[in-house]
T-cell receptor, first 113, second 112 residues
Framework: GAGVSQSPSNKVTEKGKDVELRCDPI?????LYWYRQSLGQGLEFLIY????????KSGLPSDRFSAERTGGSVSTLTIQRTQQEDSAVYLC???????????FGPGTRLTVT | SQQGEEDPQALSIQEGENATMNCSYK?????LQWYRQNSGRGLVHLIL?????REKHSGRLRVTLDTSKKSSSLLITASRAADTASYFC????????????FGRGTSLIVHP
């Protein structure tokens, strides 16, 4: 079946603008994760959704970042008033149950000018 | 600080040689996973080893886990140029957290 998809693949925005990044997980996967990866670095956890439970937002770096997951499927990560340090690749992953392998999307490369 | 730390940070070998990467972690885990990443994009899951397992094989990949030393190794045998990528370990902590922690990765270059 289809894998995890993300859109857009690339996004260039001006400092101060808001951006929305979208993730379509694998159908039936209950867990969804957002990560951020800066150039040459590891993955920084941002937020985790599991079924209908309240999301774990402990990794969000500031209140400019928010995410939602509608209907237990598609998720949107929103960054308000973007800053240059927000430039990174944003990766989404889903898994079928907790403590299992994650399936990653191709990522969205965000550049804030 | 990172839960999983890969070592070395970079590895350069010739095609046909074996490549060994190590991962150390700090807390108790349920399992440990290895992922591969090409060109800074999405990660691909390679292998998962559970805390009660000591060794696991998948094709040319061999993973070991030593929970007493809190370390794991990934061995790629008979490497190919196509194995050039970054390799990450991710630890799934025990104790109720379902958020795996990734290291900074090992960048592997295999020269043809």
């Amino acid at each position: 079946g289809a894998g995890v998809s993300q859109s857009p693949s690339n996004k260039v925005t001006e400092k101060g603008k808001d951006v929305e990044l979208r993730c379509d997980p694998i159908s039936g996967h209950t867990a969804l994760y957002w990560y951020r990866q800066s150039l040459g670095q590891g993955l920084e956890f941002l937020i985790y959704f599991q079924g209908n439970s309240a999301p774990d937002k402990s990794g969000l770096p500031s209140d400019r970042f928010s995410a939602e997951r509608t209907g237990g499927s598609v998720s949107t990560l929103t960054i308000q008033r973007t800053q240059q340090e927000d430039s990174a690749v944003y990766l989404c992953a889903s898994s079928g149950w907790t403590s299992a392998e994650q399936y990653f999307g191709p990522g969205t490369r965000l550049t804030v000018t | 600080s990172q839960q999983g730390e890969e070592d070395p940070q970079a590895l350069s070998i010739q095609e046909g040689e074996n490549a060994t990467m190590n991962c150390s972690y700090k807390t108790s885990i349920n399992n440990l996973q290895w992922y591969r990443q090409n060109s800074g994009r999405g990660l691909v899951h390679l292998i998962l080893i559970r805390s009660n397992e000591r060794e696991k094989h998948s094709g040319r990949l061999r993973v070991t886990l030593d929970t007493s030393k809190k370390s794991s190794s990934l061995l790629i045998t008979a490497s190919r140029a196509a194995d050039t990528a970054s390799y990450f370990c991710a630890t799934d902590p025990s104790g109720g957290s379902y958020i795996p922690t990734f290291g900074r990765g090992t960048s592997l270059i295999v020269h043809p």
